[in-house]
């Protein structure tokens, strides 16, 4: 079945470096979206990225869609303890429900 | 407080014993998507509704597992003769899903099942 895999699935960083977490698919996308779960909790949405090729910013958040739509980067630079978390994209099947990557887990170390 | 709302937010039940958990999606919201997600992992498709209607059902989950949404609003998931790999945070998620909109879900803070 469609499925997207997503890279690392840990990183530990210092505090004040970049991360960067990918999502690649097999298949065209008709659109991505992101999600942040923090330790014990649920996840909660980010943004959602439609367009080919499309770049969208979120204060020290940088989210892009590929040009062909199968593969998608969420990139945070000068990390902060507060961006502590899990990351995951997650996609609309050609059935209509919504699969999540395999996740990202960010450590940060202050 | 006007998201998704899940009861309880935990559940301590014996092997073999039923459960159902229920959820309150966000009002207007047509689609409503029930998850599990296990300790380190993402959260894993377990099935979705479209109003009332229960579009799809993942191929991995046992004949134990069903839910409905009897009038497209409140979801219920039930658990049938529980066994010790059903312990797991059962995410409900709700979203409104428009042609060409948004499809952003919000999620409940889950049900976590302990199955001793």
């Known amino acids: 079945g469609q499925q997207v895999m997503q890279i690392p699935q840990y990183q530990h960083v210092q505090e004040g470096e970049d991360f960067t977490t990918y999502c690649n698919s097999s298949?065209?996308?008709?659109?991505i979206q992101w999600y942040k779960q923090r330790p014990g909790g649920h996840p909660v949405f980010l943004i959602q990225l439609v367009k080919s090729g499309e770049v969208k910013k979120q204060k020290r958040l940088t989210f892009q869609f590929g040009e062909a739509k199968k593969n998608s980067s969420l990139h945070i630079t000068a990390t902060q303890t507060t961006d502590v978390g899990t990351y995951f994209c997650?996609?609309?099947?050609?059935?209509?429900?919504?699969?999540f990557g395999q996740g990202t887990t960010l450590q940060v170390k202050p | 407080d006007t998201g998704v709302s899940q009861n309880p937010r935990h559940k301590i039940t014996k092997r073999g014993q039923n459960v159902t958990f229920r959820c309150d999606p966000i009002?207007?919201?047509?689609?409503l998507y029930w998850y599990r997600q296990t300790l380190g992992q993402g959260p894993e498709f377990l099935t979705y509704f479209q109003n009332e209607a229960q579009l799809e059902k993942s191929r991995l989950l046992s004949d134990r597992f069903s839910a409905e949404r009897p009038k497209g609003s409140f979801s219920t998931l039930e658990i049938q003769r529980t066994e010790q790999g059903d312990s797991a945070m059962y995410l409900c998620?709700?979203?409104?899903?428009?042609?060409?909109?948004?499809?952003?879900?919000?999620f409940g803070q889950g049900t976590r099942l302990t199955v001793v």
């Open positions: 997650l996609f609309s099947s050609n059935t209509g429900k919504l699969i």
């Open positions: 998620a709700s979203s409104l899903v428009t042609l060409g909109g948004r499809t952003e879900a919000f």
């Open positions: 009002s207007e919201h047509n689609r």
């Open positions: 298949t065209t996308l008709s659109n």
